[in-house]
């Protein structure tokens, strides 16, 4: 019911309709239960129901309001995820028969142990076929999802409309993802050391403003547009505008724009939602506001119809721009 309500907000925003249902789906969201509890082995978890059946072995329904259910994230009470992550550890369903698929990426929704779930994943596909179906189970295609939503989820994460890079990936595993797509319309790219990440580069299809937690807490970014243009972003959230025209670089300086910003509106919130349950950008959060390609952009050497911008640490985008100025000047 929730997650109804939640997109039918956000469709009836994107969309220009229905405004006048808006206070009282938000009235509905306002007076919904909340999540029923119980204790278990000495901790609380999740109830089935209020009433009636309070658990069951066979299946995953306890986990399901977190994925797909969406109603639980990294963005929820500590109270909350610590219940989630207590019913993860007694459910334990790391081999059902029809509800992995929804299991694995419940735990790394609510930032379950890394580890873990990739030990459990390498058992899952050593009991299964190339395919994804489960040996032995006539059923349930839908597992096929289980490995790559799972493998996704721990690489990128876009619940509540805010992106979070290897939100649940070992600190000590390179890995590198292209183009996975986000809430919003964003196609996402980026990589990661055992030293941290190294890179974030964001296309937007639709113009809308990204919300994206600093993948290097305590220093300043640098935004490289796919117009040459970039900007520092602070880890305290900042919002900008596309900037026009060509870069220029002088000796050993960074590259700066010659122009001015373009008339764009700046976004000073969240991304646009049409929900506002979703929640504002916390400190912690950089927004960015992307427009929507109509000219031709530059993005790995290739031409992409959407507006795409990289991030970089400053100490890096510093050597980059030294380069390009090297090579300019030549």
Known sequence: MRNTI???????????????????????????????????????????????????????VATQHIYPGEAIGPDSPDELLEIARNTIEQKAAWDDGNGTNSFFPAAVRVGYDADTILEFLSEYVDGGWPNGFRADNPHGIENTSTVPNTVNEMLLSS????????????????????????????????????????????????????????????????????????????????????????????????CRSRSSSSG???????????????????????????????????????????SSSSILPAAVAARRAALRCRTASR
């Open 6 to 60: 939640d997109v039918a907000l956000e469709m009836s925003t994107a969309l220009g309709v229905d405004e006048d249902r808006h206070e009282q789906w938000n009235h509905l969201l306002d007076h919904l239960s909340e999540f029923p509890t119980m204790s278990r082995n000495g901790t609380t978890v999740f109830r089935l129901a209020e009433r009636g059946t309070d658990w069951v072995d066979t299946n995953t």
């Open 159 to 254: 619940h509540g409309h805010v992106l979070r890079l290897f939100p649940v990936w070992p600190d000590e595993q390179p890995a590198r993802f292209e183009h996975l797509r986000s809430w919003g319309a964003f196609l996402v790219s980026s990589s990661r050391s055992a030293e941290g990440v190294e890179f974030v580069r964001i296309e937007s299809e639709q113009g809308r403003p990204v919300t994206m937690v600093n993948p290097w807490p305590g220093e300043t970014v640098v935004l490289h547009r796919d117009d040459g243009a970039e900007e520092s972003l602070s880890e305290r959230g900042l919002s900008s505008r596309p900037t026009t025209g060509r870069p220029c670089c002088s000796g050993r300086r960074a």
């Open 264 to 306: 764009s509106p700046s976004a000073n919130s969240s991304p646009t939602s049409g929900a506002e349950r979703h929640p504002q950008p916390s400190p912690a959060l950089s927004s960015i506001e992307m427009s929507e390609g109509r000219r031709r952009l530059r993005s790995l050497s290739s031409l992409r119809r959407s």
